[in-house]
């Protein structure tokens, strides 16, 4: 046989294999995926970009009036009679003012940016949730697989047995029920994992068949989460103390438009000349520069702002409070969730180790003829119930954590 024929295409295996394990992708990497292609999150971002343009828009002076007037009578002047007369004017805030509308700008934009890294904790969090629910499927697809082969070698066993008159022939079909419910099982947990992968690639804006690597086993550590970093942290609460910075601001800003407004301005008056008369400036056009004032004398609605602003202060630190201890109280289930997940997939460890210690006894006592087939199957079927409650509990310990990083991260 000619080695190269073997050597290349194996080369070429071990490339693809390779290639595959190198492409594996980790649960961080699939968050990045699920951001970077999330329409919602690129979307805000175009938002927020829009700021920019709004700062334009509050840095800008009202329309330059202009107005022009022509004399129908026209009236005379001591260098002649009044044509017509042209005026231009340009108001002015006060000082201060272009300064606060900038700043409301940019506590509306740091706003924006809250929400959005609100929406991307949320996405964050499913992406998790999903994660961890497809890694708990595959795990009980793998205890139930475990379990049907064993089935499957004492159905073996007990035919053998039958053979040589040392089992009942009903003893077998009990055996071989039990596969058919295990299989029935089986089955239903792979259609749902195929459901959960399509929600899995939906999340990540990807196709549905696209291929996800699950690990068989997450290596996991009972952390401490600080619930004191809810009001720090939590966007839910950053959000509603930058919405009353903002209504702060809108309050200075009503106070500064409640100062008078100033109009730089002029006028320019064409005159014509006094014929056959020979006078100073005879003929020649006025200038006349003006400069007025607004004044908010009787205006109620500037102090009606002030007060709509300073309420709507109030009534968001109440909102803040009631919040808080909403959240609080989600911290105080998932944290104590958590602790009892973990203590719980303690317990279920002992109880399979134990388990499997009187399944092998079982197993040797066997030959002596003290122990049957349906005896062990009860056992393994036991062992199961164990393996899966843990599986269980270990998706309540990620889920909870999920729930807590959510609450105090940033």
Same mark, same amino acid.
Do not use: H
């Given at each position: ?37 999330? !329409?919602?999150? #690129? ?6 970009? /829009?700021?920019?343009? *709004? @700062? %334009? +828009?509050?840095?800008? $002076? ?110 077998? !079909?009990?055996? #071989? ?6 299989? /029935?099982?089986?089955? *239903? @947990? %792979? +259609?749902?994992?195929? $459901? ?113 602003? #300073? ?100």
């Amino acid at each position: 046989m000619n080695s190269k024929k073997v050597k290349y295409p194996l080369l070429f295996c071990l490339f693809l294999l390779f290639s595959f394990l190198g492409k594996a992708q980790t649960l961080d990497e699939y968050i990045q995926i699920a951001v970077d292609n999330n !329409y919602g999150l #690129q979307s805000e971002s175009l938002e927020i970009e /829009n700021f920019e343009n *709004k @700062k %334009e +828009q509050v840095r800008s $002076l009202k329309d330059t009036k202009i107005d022009f007037g022509y004399f129908v009578s026209e009236p005379e002047t001591r260098v002649g009679s009044q044509r017509a007369k042209v005026g231009v004017g340009q108001e002015f805030p006060w000082f201060g003012t272009f300064k606060a509308r900038e700043e409301i700008v940019n506590s509306q934009k740091e706003e924006k940016k809250i929400l959005q890294n609100l929406s991307k904790k949320e996405l964050i969090s499913q992406v998790q949730l999903s994660y961890y629910n497809l890694y708990k499927i595959q795990s009980e697809i793998e205890t139930y697989k475990e379990y049907i082969q064993n089935i499957s070698l004492y159905e073996e066993l007990s035919l053998k047995a039958v053979e040589t008159n040392n089992m009942k022939l009903t003893d077998v !079909y009990k055996i #071989q029920i039990k596969k058919e419910d295990f299989l /029935n099982m089986l089955a *239903k @947990k %792979e +259609q749902l994992l195929v $459901l959960e992968k399509r929600i899995f690639n939906k999340l990540l804006q990807r196709n549905q068949q696209d291929t996800i690597v699950i690990p068989t086993k997450i290596e996991f550590k009972n952390r401490i989460f600080n619930g004191k970093l809810l009001e720090e942290n939590n966007p839910i609460i950053l959000n509603i103390e930058q919405q009353k910075q903002t209504a702060s601001k809108n309050e200075f800003l009503t106070t500064k438009e409640n100062k008078p407004k100033i109009q730089i301005g002029m006028d320019y008056i064409f005159v014509d000349e006094i014929k056959g008369m020979q006078i100073t400036d005879n003929g020649k056009d006025v200038f006349m520069p003006k400069v007025s004032l607004t004044i908010p004398i009787l205006s109620k609605n500037y102090k009606a702002k002030k007060q709509q602003y #300073q309420v709507t202060q109030d009534a968001l630190d109440l909102k803040k409070k009631e919040q808080l201890k909403a959240l609080e109280i989600a911290y105080r289930k998932a944290e104590t969730a958590y602790q009892n997940a973990y203590l719980d997939m303690q317990t279920e460890l002992k109880k399979i180790s134990k388990m499997k210690e009187i399944i092998e006894v079982s197993l040797t006592s066997l030959s002596t003829g003290d122990v049957d087939y349906l005896d062990i199957l009860s056992l393994e079927e036991e062992n199961l119930k164990y393996e899966l409650k843990y599986t269980e509990k270990e998706y309540e310990f990620f889920k909870n954590e999920v729930i807590l990083q959510f609450l105090t991260e940033k």
